[in-house]
């Protein structure tokens, strides 16, 4: 057995596309290659048939862009030995002998994705742009280049965002570390609207690593996700969160994680649940921007009469814990028996439970390492009878609510609780546990629920 190597998805969206000339301040609005103008800006309730979400609405903005770079001076016989994308340049000067020609040529303006570069801010936090900004008139795609290809040229582009209700202070902004960010007021104070510095206002727990800084915000529970129902006697919990990235320099980065597998909630007991998806992008990735904490929402399936303790964030091999109540006290179960594995990790018994046909192990573990520890639950953990192995069963495992997190991955230096089956007609007097380290019979038969 090893331990798993696996490739953390952190990724880093770097917000230029060329060499960074400056970087813009939270209140610059100077933008040397591109002016944009607010010219209207609505609330509504419902957009393309399409209600805003619980406790939101939509924020209709139209926009006017206008290429303001100057043009720059190119040699002639170079653009003449390449395709003419000069769109209608002029000579300089008259071409003397043995001098070169030089011509003025229009430089485009072109952002890679709006979507990583335009938000709208709301009382001190970020609001990504959404889908419906591709459907409605005027609108523009989120994913492919935006081009004004001119200087002079000027188009008219509408976004829309889906806000708190009761949000006060909004302002426009737009990520440029060439050329300058530009921030523009659309109600209430601009100041207000990007927030102070640190933990956002309201927040119920707030972490700071070397990449991101994130915060907890809210939970509530709904029978549904993506209009998919939660299976009987469970329920979906949906976690607001805000973050901020800390990645780079004069160039600062997007930082996105996948929370399927890097984002869980704790529940009581030990008892982990990892993401089931998020909202922020149609890939289901959970965004931090630079300097402005990014609101969104992740959710986890988990059973209903689970109480939720903490929101735990893996950036790469560091771990964050966010409680919901910081004020609580959490303590760990105590075992009934346990085995180190070198290391590695600890394995814990809480319990081993006898009905009719099968048994139901209640287990933990442990980890002792800086990385994640990938578990192979059919392959590490076999019930023993005299000379006779008992597999678990995978179906029954996958019916109880405690059941292990898929995927199953330990983070680093935490806790993970779960529950096993095994078809049985009799409670076998020894687990097998077979470790990274070390293999261990572990005694279960004088350990009852």
């Known amino acids: 057995m090893k331990k798993t190597q696996k490739k953390i998805s952190i990724f880093f969206v770097i917000l230029s596309n060329l060499v960074c000339l400056h970087a813009a301040s939270k209140d610059s609005n100077a933008n040397k290659a591109v002016r944009i103008t607010i010219k209207s800006s609505s609330f509504l309730s419902e957009l393309k048939e399409e209600p805003a979400p619980l406790k939101q609405t939509y924020l209709l903005l139209t926009t006017q862009w206008e290429n303001i770079h100057p043009k720059q001076k190119i040699e002639k016989e170079k653009l003449e030995k390449k395709q003419d994308h000069t769109m209608g340049v002029k000579l300089l000067t008259e071409k003397k002998k043995g001098e ?53 040229e000027v188009r008219d582009v509408s976004f829309v965002f889906a806000l708190p209700q009761e949000a006060q202070n909004l302002a426009f902004q737009f990520f440029d570390y060439e050329y300058g960010s530009i921030s523009l007021p659309v109600k209430g104070s601009l100041q207000d609207a990007q927030g102070a510095e640190g933990p956002p206002r309201g927040a119920l727990s707030y972490m700071k690593g070397a990449l991101v800084e994130a915060a907890v915000h809210s939970i509530s529970f709904s029978s549904e996700f993506q209009e998919e129902p939660a299976p009987d006697g469970w329920r979906f919990a949906r976690v607001r ?95 009934a028996a346990s085995h180190q594995d070198g290391s590695t990790m ?86 097998h546990f077979r470790g990274f380290e070390s293999e261990k019979n572990i005694e279960i038969s004088y350990i009852k629920k």
């Open 346 to 431: 600890k394995v814990m018994v809480f319990s081993a439970e006898k009905t009719d046909s099968s048994v139901i192990l209640d287990l933990g573990i442990q980890s002792l390492v800086s990385s994640g520890i990938e578990i192979m639950r059919d392959q590490q953990f076999i019930l023993m009878d005299e000379s006779r192995k008992i597999y678990l069963d995978e179906d029954l495992t996958d019916s109880l609510f405690h059941r292990p997190p898929f995927p199953f991955i330990i983070p680093p230096q935490s806790f993970v609780r779960f529950r096993l089956a095994y078809q049985t007609d009799s409670l076998p007097p020894v687990l």
């Open 100 to 152: 070169q020609e030089y011509v003025y040529a229009d430089v485009a303006y072109m952002v890679e994705k709006l979507s990583d570069h335009v938000y709208c801010l709301a009382d001190g936090l970020a609001y990504s742009l959404s889908p419906l900004t591709e459907q409605i008139q005027e609108g523009v795609s989120l994913s492919e280049p935006f081009t004004i290809a001119k200087k002079g």
């Open 241 to 335: 969160i805000s973050g901020q990235s800390l990645s780079g320099d004069s160039i600062k980065n997007i930082v996105q994680i996948e929370p399927e597998e890097y984002i869980w909630l704790t529940a009581d007991g030990g008892y982990l649940y990892y993401a089931v998806g998020g909202t922020t992008t149609e890939e289901g990735y959970i965004r931090f921007t630079p300097e402005f904490f990014q609101s969104q929402e992740v959710f986890f399936l988990i059973p209903d009469a689970s109480r939720v303790d903490s929101l735990g964030i893996r950036i790469r091999n560091s771990v964050f814990d966010l409680p919901f109540d910081p004020k609580k006290e959490i303590r760990s179960p105590e075992p």
